[in-house]
């Protein structure tokens, strides 16, 4: 199983980044997916998660900022950032869980003016 992240990057306050996570070697659809994310000496905390079933959930600090979304026949989950904080700066990690969890290697996010 893979999991490769991209998109990250340095962007400004206020801006939009747009993250994607391109999933081989699981049956996709059974997978819940969702995005975590790690500053630095902090611990990693949940961002958003796509059931199998569809139900979206996000922590309440991206709440109405951040849309995850994913494509079943493509095999990816993706994270549209937007009004984006310097608070928001970290690696960003994309997980798979069902009856294993997988994770990717991350993705660096920077906002920073």
């Known amino acids: 199983v893979q999991l490769v992240e991209s998109g990250g990057g340095l962007v400004q306050p206020g801006g939009s980044l747009r993250l994607s996570c391109a999933a081989s070697g699981l049956i996709f659809e059974n997978y819940a997916m969702a995005w975590y994310r790690q500053a630095p000496e902090k611990q990693r905390e949940l961002v958003a998660t796509f059931a199998a079933d569809g139900r979206r959930n996000y922590a309440d600090s991206v709440k109405g900022r951040f849309t995850i979304s994913r494509d079943n026949i493509k095999n990816t989950v993706s994270l549209q950032m937007d009004s984006l904080k310097p608070e928001d700066t970290a690696v960003y990690y994309c997980?798979?869980?069902?009856?294993?969890?997988?994770w990717g290697q991350g993705t660096q996010v920077t906002v920073s003016s």
């Open positions: 997980r798979a869980l069902y009856r294993n969890v997988y």
